[in-house]
């Protein structure tokens, strides 16, 4: 009967230790591509809990995991180019956080780098590199503006433990551009189409002019004779094989 009550005890005690060590629950696991930041009474500690299972102390300490695998964040951009032209572009940046120093990320900025660091990295740094370019060269240059725009992210971002991957860039400006351009062809077609406008009208001033001076010389020099002259430059030196009665041969006046 003793011994029945003892096992009695040794199971309910059991039953009662296993019901706390579930609440308390002083193991911790942290998931492939996880790190784990230890906080002891909410200080950050320098531990950093990799991946696997592992004892903390119960209400002494907890852990907060963050996500060190490549991470993707698009933000919408709105900038200027050098000259003065909107660039409505989306930026998106791949990125992950620098393992070794999450407990620092953590003390220095907390759960919601994102919003503090990151979006705001990426609104200054391409607003930056667009105002170095024209709204053509956004185009015809877009490997190096991306270039700029990542070393400028780089320099911001490594600061704050978070390591930039890769950047890319899609936005309005090339079909901006391509109107502007369209628009550039248009303009010069037009200016093509006065311009020989023009030149028609010039030719046509001038032949109008020289009609002009030769009609004068006509007068001038007798408009008969013109007449017999311009006759005489078409004929194809045929005598016609029959004659009207009291017509004279081409050419010949029989009166002089």
Not at 32 to 48: M, P, Q, S, T
Not at 80 to 85: E, G, I, T, Y
Not at 204 to 215: D, F, H, R
Not at 229 to 255: C, D, E, R, S, Y
Request: net charge negative; hydrophobic share 45%.
């Amino acid at each position: 009967m003793i011994n029945q009550t003892k096992l009695i005890i040794a199971g309910v005690s059991l039953f009662l230790g296993l019901i706390v060590l579930l609440i308390i629950n002083p193991f911790v696991i942290i998931n492939a591509g996880e790190r784990g930041v230890v906080l002891e009474w909410g200080a950050v500690k320098g531990d950093i809990l990799t991946e696997g299972i592992h004892w903390v102390t119960p209400i002494v300490q907890n852990v907060r995991t963050l996500d060190v695998k490549i991470q993707k964040e698009a933000v919408d951009v709105q900038s200027a180019s050098k000259d003065l032209q909107t660039v409505t572009s989306k930026v998106t940046l791949n990125y992950h956080l620098e393992e070794d120093k999450i407990n620092l990320l953590w003390q220095k900025i907390g759960s919601d780098y994102k919003v503090k660091i990151i979006d705001p990295a990426i609104q200054e740094a391409f607003k930056a590199s667009t105002a170095k370019f024209t709204a053509e060269e956004l185009i015809t240059k877009r490997e190096e503006v991306k270039t700029t725009a990542k070393e400028a992210l780089k320099l911001r971002l490594t600061a704050d433990y978070i390591i930039v991957d890769e950047l890319s860039i899609t936005d309005s400006i090339e079909k901006k551009v391509t109107a502007s351009q369209d628009a550039l062809a248009a303009e010069n077609k037009l200016k093509q189409v006065q311009f020989e406008a023009d030149q028609r009208v010039a030719q046509a001033t001038a032949e109008a002019e020289a009609i002009k001076i030769q009609a004068q010389a006509i007068q001038q020099q007798g408009g008969e004779n013109y007449v017999q002259l311009q006759a005489i430059q078409k004929w194809n030196g045929i005598l016609p094989t029959q004659m009207i009665p009291g017509a004279t041969v081409p050419f010949i006046n029989l009166t002089k």
